[in-house]
């Protein structure tokens, strides 16, 4: 059985850091594509960043130079440093995983999800 668990989110001011991290089990992780995705109310699931077996990394444009993605294979655990954080940045972030080892930023390639986590960044 397939877990994944985030944590690390919180309130954090416009310009702070965050930095979130999902430990997986019951999965081969070092093989796997990993993720991030966030979701506001009303809105559809927005892709954040992703991360191969090889540690390629990819962002969304709205991240690229101020997130993180990286992986440690030694305690299966995927992470997201967040900085320079804007208001746009709330949301519940999830991390997923593929089954597979390469990476894709939809939500429907992505086959396990965690229960999301609440990040809030205040003015």
């Known amino acids: 059985q397939v877990q994944l668990v985030e944590s690390g989110g919180g309130l954090v001011q416009a310009g702070g850091s965050l930095r979130l991290s999902c430990e997986a089990s019951?999965?081969?992780?070092?093989?796997?594509?990993m993720a991030w995705f966030r979701q506001v109310p009303g809105k559809e699931r927005e892709f954040v960043a992703t991360?191969?077996?090889?540690?390629?990394?990819y962002y969304a444009e709205s991240v690229e130079g101020r997130f993180t993605i990286s992986r440690d294979n030694a305690k299966n655990t995927v992470y997201l440093q967040m900085n320079k954080m804007k208001l746009e940045d709330t949301g519940v972030y999830y991390c997923?995983?593929?089954?597979?080892?390469?990476?894709?930023?939809?939500?429907?390639?992505?086959?396990?999800w965690g229960q999301g986590t609440q990040v809030t960044v205040s003015s």
């Open positions: 991360i191969g077996w090889s540690l390629y990394t």
């Open positions: 997923a995983a593929r089954s597979t080892s390469t990476v894709a930023i939809t939500p429907q390639a992505h086959d396990y």
């Open positions: 019951g999965l081969i992780f070092s093989s796997v594509a």
